[in-house]
């Protein structure tokens, strides 16, 4: 995992505690602890079935791999989260016999 430098700069700080203090939660303060992270994947996990087959992303994951005629394919997802959905993605495209490889970032590396 690589976490940039100004991941956990002061600057951060700063914004987080004027957010607090207008009465908000910034973006910024989102997932930045393992308990918060896994606070979210336990609400996300319990509205999204990720059993092949039940997912309500699978019709799309079938349009994109018929769009897909050949590979490789290289997926890369920007606040993935657990890469869930990416993974789902992936497995749909591999079983079309696609060669794939997946990039994901998120800012909170406990989800990853």
């Known amino acids: 995992m690589i976490e940039h430098p100004t991941a956990r700069a002061a600057q951060l700080q700063d914004e987080v505690a004027a957010g607090f203090a207008a009465g908000v939660i910034p973006s910024l303060a989102h ?6 992270s896994a606070a979210w994947h336990a609400v996300a996990t319990s509205f999204f079935d ?3 087959g039940c ?6 994951y079938s349009e994109i791999a018929a769009e897909c005629e050949t590979g490789p394919v290289h997926i890369i997802a920007l606040g993935c989260g657990d890469g869930a959905k990416e993974e789902g993605l992936a497995r749909t495209l591999r079983e079309v016999g696609l060669e794939v490889s ?9 989800l990853l």
């Open 50 to 52: 990720r059993a092949p």
């Open 102 to 110: 997946i990039t994901l970032v998120d800012i909170s590396p406990s």
């Open 55 to 60: 997912s309500a992303f699978d019709e799309v």
């Open 31 to 36: 997932y930045r602890t393992d308990e918060q």
